[in-house]
């Protein structure tokens, strides 16, 4: 179906980069859809942390960026971008994270549309 069809054009194109991403890997192109998943999350700083991300990293977003809305954003680009030691990129990393927070609601809903 369309959908195979799809991972099949985004397999090859990570092929090329030596990548060892599995169909479900997500990228910097999934940015505005993994922000979207997050949006009431306020504390980006403990998410990032849960995603892998040095404090350190994530006090310079904070010292470069300042506007909430974009620290959050600045620090999802850094994860699906694999910095630190965030190295899955993945709904399945992203949902733990989240429940981690405590936010399991929002981890379960996040599971319902992009892990069923």
């Not at 977003?61 to 030691?85: H, S, Y």
Request: hydrophobic residues 35%; proline residues 1%; contains cysteine.
């Amino acid at each position: 179906g369309l959908v195979s069809g799809i991972r099949s054009l985004t397999k090859s194109k990570s092929d090329s980069d030596n990548h060892t991403d599995g169909p479900e890997d997500l990228d910097i192109i999934d940015l505005e859809e993994v922000e979207e998943s997050v949006k009431e999350i306020v504390d980006w700083m403990g998410l990032g942390l849960k995603l892998g991300l040095f404090y350190s990293t994530l006090q310079k977003i904070e010292t470069d960026v300042r506007a909430v809305n974009k620290c959050k954003r600045e620090m999802l680009a850094a994860w699906l971008k694999g910095e630190d030691k965030s190295k899955d990129k993945t709904w399945y990393t992203l949902v733990d994270a989240v429940h981690k927070m405590n936010h399991r609601s929002l981890a379960e809903e996040i599971t319902e549309q992009h892990l069923k």
